[in-house]
């Protein structure tokens, strides 16, 4: 069965501080990867998403960046946290019919 | 830009009633997915909607879709405190280029004795 992993589980850091957020998927291969963000008491915003191996798209402007250096490894950063990117982060895989969310990464930047 | 509608964004209701909840959005779509989320937790899969009419049930809850109206709905039937938790509706509007997932601002449900 298909597994994913998120690292770490919670974050905190200061403005103006890196950033590697990092999520695996086991058990499938050639997988779609997905970077959500959720804001205190909101819905999910897509940031980026990839079909394959460096292939990244970005959804919406930021100082995030992602990267897919392996087939099952999809990683978010940034070089310069700001407050506005405090939330909590989550990682998702999608077969041809449904996605499939991580345990998520709870960041706050102070 | 295809934005999705939930409503209410809060309730609270007792044991035992039915209650109601909409997810409007705003261009076609066949593909429409509901989330639960229980407090700093990640999203758990409830159903997943993938043609006009289609009707799932599972439980207490009932999930309809309408992609004519472009409406879903999420019923939930003698509520019971283990439903409190906020609820999502996405809807995947491009699904053959890699479903990218358009969410709305969730239900926050809670459901008191």
């Known amino acids: 069965s298909q597994t994913i992993h998120q690292w770490p589980a919670t974050l905190v850091q200061p403005v103006g501080s890196p950033l590697s957020l990092e999520c695996t998927v086991e058990g499938t291969s050639n997988p779609n990867l997905y970077w959500y963000r959720q804001a205190a008491g909101r819905g999910l915003q897509l940031l980026f998403y990839?079909?394959?191996?460096?292939?990244i798209s970005s959804e919406v402007p930021q100082n995030l960046s992602a990267s897919r250096p392996q087939d099952r490894q999809f990683i978010l950063s940034s070089k310069k946290l700001l407050l506005s990117d405090s939330g909590f982060y989550l990682c998702?895989?999608?077969?041809?019919?449904?996605?499939?969310f991580g345990p998520g990464t709870r960041l706050t930047v102070t | 830009e295809l934005k999705v509608e939930q409503n209410p964004l809060f309730l609270s209701m007792q044991e035992g009633k039915n209650y109601t909840i909409y997810c409007n959005y705003s261009t076609t779509s066949d593909r429409l997915y509901w989330y639960r989320q229980d407090p700093g937790k990640s999203l758990e899969s409830l159903f997943v909607?993938?043609?006009?009419?289609a009707v799932k049930q599972e439980g207490r809850l009932m999930a309809s879709l309408d992609t004519k109206a472009r409406l879903s709905t999420l019923h939930i039937t003698a509520a019971v405190h283990d439903l409190s938790a906020t609820y999502f509706c996405?809807?995947?509007?491009?699904?053959?280029?890699?479903?990218?997932?358009?969410f709305g601002e969730g239900t926050q449900l809670t459901v008191n004795p």
């Open positions: 998702a895989w999608s077969d041809p019919y449904e996605q499939y």
């Open positions: 909607l993938l043609s006009n009419g």
């Open positions: 996405a809807v995947d509007a491009d699904w053959t280029s890699g479903s990218r997932l358009t």
């Open positions: 990839s079909v394959g191996i460096g292939q």
